[in-house]
């Protein structure tokens, strides 16, 4: 009886923690704020290498056209 009463109250146990366990819980905002920041910091870091390229092309592109002297 005692081995009957000690499996009950284990899947009580079991079945609770498992519940608690299950429950989903909604994302802080610090997660969407560093998902958001993590964004800027990437699409910043994307437009910096782009204007760096944009830069060193374009002093090429000058320098490669010939002025005429007045």
Known sequence: MI???AAALAAVVFVA???IAAE???PTSS???RKDT???RKAQ???N???KKAK???PADTSSTTATPK
Do not use: Q, V
């Open 3 to 5: 081995r009957t009463i």
């Open 17 to 19: 923690f498992s519940a």
């Open 24 to 26: 989903e819980t909604p």
């Open 31 to 33: 997660d969407s704020a």
């Open 38 to 40: 993590a964004k800027d």
């Open 45 to 47: 870091k994307k437009a």
């Open 49 to 51: 290498k782009k204007a």
């Open 56 to 58: 060193k092309a374009a």
